[in-house]
T-cell receptor, first 111, second 114 residues
């Protein structure tokens, strides 16, 4: 059974800092990995999708990497802003096809 | 292009009642999945529908059911509500049912069971 772990559970940084969020998964037989953002009481916003054959994806200040063999992904956020404050979730899609989610990292960017 | 829409956004029910939630996927998307989000269990997969057929089901009791219509809209039903069913119910759609699909989520329906 796939298990996804995200560390740290919560992170507080000053504005302008670069930061890394971590995601690990137990079964490396995945099709893809998605990073999402969730604001309080809201739905999920897709940030980046990495296919199993890819090593990284970039969108603006966000960069996500995938090391399938070691079961790890990182989300790098450059020059953080208060508007980046949210919960970040990673999810993997495996042979069962549904997304398996981590418990998320709650990010607070202080002005 | 409109995103995934879910109705209603908020619901308050009492134990023993039943509830129906609705999801309209992004235009052209044919796969719809449902997830339950609670503080204790996080996000858990309920089921997936494609071409009006349930293709995959998570580990939830039979009180949770769903269906998909020919226009890809989907509904989920929870019967005999329990306090533990209080959660944010999220619907996600994807273009086809391929391995590489990106999933797009709606804003969710917040269900409170009293």
């Amino acid at each position: 059974k796939q298990e996804v772990t995200q560390i740290p559970a919560a992170l507080s940084v000053p504005e302008g800092e670069n930061l890394v969020l971590n995601c690990s998964f137990t079964d490396s037989a995945i099709y893809n990995l998605q990073w999402f953002r969730q604001d309080p009481g809201k739905g999920l916003t897709s940030l980046l999708l990495i296919q199993s054959s890819q090593r990284e994806q970039t969108s603006g200040r966000l960069n996500a990497s995938l090391d399938k063999s070691s079961g790890r992904s990182t989300l790098y956020i450059a020059a953080s802003q208060p508007g980046d404050s949210a919960t970040y979730l990673c999810a993997v899609r495996g042979s069962a096809r549904q997304l398996t989610f981590g418990s998320g990292t709650q990010l607070t960017v202080l002005p | 292009k409109a995103g995934v829409t879910q109705t209603p956004r908020y619901l308050i029910k009492t134990r023993g009642q039943q509830v129906t939630l609705s999801c309209s996927p992004i235009s052209g998307h044919r796969s719809v999945s449902w997830y339950q989000q609670t503080p204790g269990q996080g996000l858990q997969f309920l089921f997936e529908y494609f071409s009006e057929t349930q293709r995959n089901k998570g580990n939830f009791p039979g009180r949770f059911s769903g269906r998909q219509f020919s226009n890809s809209r989907s509904e989920m039903n929870v019967s005999t509500l329990e306090l533990g069913d209080s959660a944010l119910y999220l619907c996600a759609s994807s273009l086809v049912r391929g391995r590489a699909d990106e999933q797009f989520f709606g804003p969710g329906t917040r269900l409170t069971v009293l």
